[in-house]
């Protein structure tokens, strides 16, 4: 069990960008990474980095905008969002400890979920 905390979400115009983090309360084995959830959608993975930071993966509609990287000493995982567009509109969930294939579903097998920061790209 990890205790997550995100942030760095916020309201952005189209093209803009965004650093979300992730800090967990201990050290992390496996993956981190997000989901989101914009309204009416379904959940669905964005980006993830195993700790060993060898492997990392992006979503179709994040791939070329979206940047993910850690911060190992302290226990840190950042999503950098450039280029935003309306459709990155959404809540934006911290999760851990998953293989990194969860995160090409929807998440719905995880439990641990941060309390999510919101990410807004409108004109």
């Known amino acids: 069990q990890v205790h997550l905390v995100e942030s760095g979400g916020g309201s952005v115009q189209p093209g803009g960008s965004l650093r979300l983090s992730c800090a967990a309360s201990?050290?992390?084995?496996?993956?981190m990474g997000w989901f989101r959830q914009a309204p009416g959608k379904e959940r669905e993975g964005v980006a993830a980095?195993?700790?060993?930071?060898?492997?990392?993966y992006y979503a179709d509609s994040a791939k070329g905008r979206f940047t993910i990287s850690q911060e190992k000493g302290k226990n840190t995982v950042y999503l950098q969002m450039n280029s935003l567009k309306p459709g990155d509109t959404g809540m934006y969930y911290c999760?851990?400890?998953?293989?990194?294939?969860?995160?090409?579903?929807?998440?719905?097998?995880?439990?641990?979920w941060g309390q999510g920061t919101q990410v807004t790209v409108s004109s």
């Open positions: 201990t050290y992390v084995t496996n993956s």
């Open positions: 980095i195993f700790t060993g930071g060898s492997s990392t």
């Open positions: 999760a851990a400890d998953l293989p990194l294939t969860a995160f090409a579903g929807d998440g719905a097998n995880y439990r641990n």
